[in-house]
Structures are given as structure tokens and as C-alpha cells.
């Protein structure tokens, strides 16, 4: 009989065992991992999950005041939102907003961030100076802001020592500039920090890819819209996002301090609307009904920027 002997240099072959689930000091790890996280977990179920289950919960309510007695209203808050023309105006102004002040913002924080991630002369001063609007309280930007636009302020004395006085106007107190002005007050208090971030996100990028595209004979625009945009377009929808969320549920405290809403509703957001019927009109059924609309508008931009800014390689 002939005998089979293994191949010299060749190992036997041997059945795999299946993967099973980890154990021994691996699965300890993993289950310690857990635990440490649990106590956030908790923290943002009860502060996060829990508010907004109170909207919708609140939006079915009629309740007349924080001590006044509660009744189910289903569905009644959202028939008066719908047929509310207030609400109408607070939704055209809120989309005038987003419309001018978000592409203005992002587009012009881009371009700042790449000029200062190319290192000019005192880059490290000019990135500080771009965080200064950031460490101003509200209140302190919508005194200046109120110094500047009133009619006897900076701008009206400007305009007049140029000879253009017939221009000047009450900025704050005309239906035609009054939301105007509480939008580049959103520019200029994101656009600083915004560009930092940009600068930041750019300063990681290779510099041989800048380098190889100007050997290319790519000038600065081509290279920083057509090399380095498409390597940071994720980050880009990223950052987006947080400006999006900021000015949509921020610029309430720009409202009430600079405008009150007014000339009229010329100048009304959603979001200020929810205080406003919460805490002046004492509605809160009402005023959350608007904070669900105000919900349901977020998560619509998140998504739509979200795949507007998404990695199409």
C-alpha cells in the first residue's frame, strides 16, 4: 500500500473555526465601554429625548398660561397656527433669512478660512481678530448693532458726511430693512468663527496638493474652489448644518432685542415667534404648535443639506 505524505514546505490544511463573540479581556473591555457611557446616554434621554416629546405633547394641549388649568385641544392649536396670517409672515421672513444669510455666511467663511490656511503674514493675529465676534455677548452686539442703525447713528452720519443723506433711513424702525438688519447681524456674528473652522478643516490638507495643482498652473480660485472644496465638501455640509441650526433657532434673541418683531410682523421669525406667544401672549399650546413646525423645518434643511453637501466619489 502507498503511503501520502505531506508536501515538504507546505502546511496541512486545517478547518477554520467560526467566529464567535468575543471573550476573555476583550469582551470585559467592551462591556466596560458600555457602562462608562451610560450615564450620558441618560443625560440625553432626560434633557434631549424629553423636551422634545413636550412639544408635541404641549402642541395638543390648551393651556392658557404656566399656573392656568390644562385641557386637550388635538388638533385646534395647529387649525389656528394654519389660519393664523402672523404665522404666515414668521415662515416668509424666516425663509428670507436662511436664503440670504446662510450662502452669504458659508461662501464667505469659506474664502476667508482659505485665505488664512495659506499662512499670510500675522495669520495667528488675524485667526484671534476672526474669533472676537464670538466672545461678544448678544446683548453687547445688539447695543452696537442698535448705536449703528438708529437715526442718528453711524451709518446715517456716514451716509450724510458722503453726501447721501436722502438714503438714510430708520433701519431698524422701516418694514423694508428692519429684518435686513437682522441678517447681517447673523453674518457677522458667524462668519469669524466660521472661517476659523474652514481654516482649521484646510490646514490638514496636504500642501503637495495644493503645490501639484498651481504647477498645473491652477491659480488660487481654481485651486481653492476646484482642488480643495471637493477634498472638504463633507465637512463643508458639516458645518453648514450647525450654521443652519444656529441662525434658525438663534436669531430669536436678535428679534426681541433689536426689533420686538415689528414694524408690524415685518420682521417676525419662528423662532421668535414660539417666545413670543409663550412668554408675552401666555399660549403655550399655540406656541409649541409653531415649535413643531420649527421642528419639522430643521430636520427637512438638515436632510436637504446633508445630501446637497454629500461626497459624490
Request: contains cysteine; aromatic residues 12%.
Amino acid at each position: 500500500m502507498t503511503m501520502l505524505s505531506p508536501t515538504p514546505g507546505r502546511a496541512a490544511a486545517r478547518p477554520v473555526a467560526p467566529a464567535g463573540p468575543p471573550s476573555g479581556p476583550r469582551r470585559r473591555k467592551q462591556q466596560g465601554g458600555t457602562v462608562l457611557a451610560v450615564p450620558a446616554l441618560v443625560w440625553y434621554l432626560v434633557f434631549m429625548v424629553g423636551p422634545m416629546i413636550a412639544i408635541f405633547v404641549i402642541a395638543a394641549l390648551r393651556w392658557p398660561g404656566m399656573l392656568q388649568p390644562v385641557s386637550f385641544a388635538g388638533f385646534d392649536n395647529f387649525r389656528t397656527v394654519w389660519d393664523d396670517p402672523v404665522f404666515w409672515d414668521s415662515v416668509r421672513n424666516t425663509v428670507v433669512q436662511m436664503v440670504v444669510a446662510l450662502p452669504i455666511m458659508i461662501v464667505c467663511a469659506y474664502m476667508l478660512g482659505y485665505y488664512v490656511a495659506q499662512k499670510p503674514p500675522g495669520h495667528r493675529v488675524i485667526r484671534y481678530l476672526l474669533f472676537i465676534p464670538g466672545l461678544i455677548s448678544t446683548p453687547a452686539k445688539a447695543m452696537v448693532f442698535y448705536a449703528a442703525l438708529s437715526p442718528d447713528g453711524l451709518v446715517n452720519g456716514a451716509l450724510k458726511a458722503v453726501g447721501l443723506g436722502s438714503v438714510t433711513d430708520a433701519w431698524l424702525a422701516s418694514p423694508s430693512t428692519a429684518l435686513l438688519a437682522i441678517i447681517v447681524l447673523d453674518v457677522w456674528s458667524g462668519i469669524g468663527f466660521t472661517a476659523v473652522l474652514f481654516a482649521a478643516r484646510l490646514g490638514s490638507v496636504p500642501e503637495e496638493v495644493g503645490e501639484a495643482a498651481q504647477l498645473d498652473g491652477a491659480g488660487h480660485w481654481r485651486t481653492m474652489w476646484g482642488i480643495h472644496f471637493p477634498i472638504i465638501r463633507d465637512y463643508v455640509g458639516v458645518v453648514t448644518m450647525l450654521q443652519f441650526l444656529w441662525t434658525l433657532f438663534g436669531s430669536a434673541q436678535q428679534v426681541l432685542l433689536l426689533t420686538q418683531g415689528g414694524p408690524g410682523t415685518s420682521s417676525t421669525t419662528l423662532s421668535f415667534l414660539v417666545y413670543q406667544k409663550a412668554f408675552i401672549a401666555a399660549d403655550l399650546g399655540y406656541s409649541q404648535a409653531v415649535g413643531v413646525v420649527l421642528f419639522l423645518v430643521g430636520l427637512v434643511g438638515l436632510l436637504s443639506i446633508r445630501r446637497v453637501f454629500r461626497q459624490n466619489y
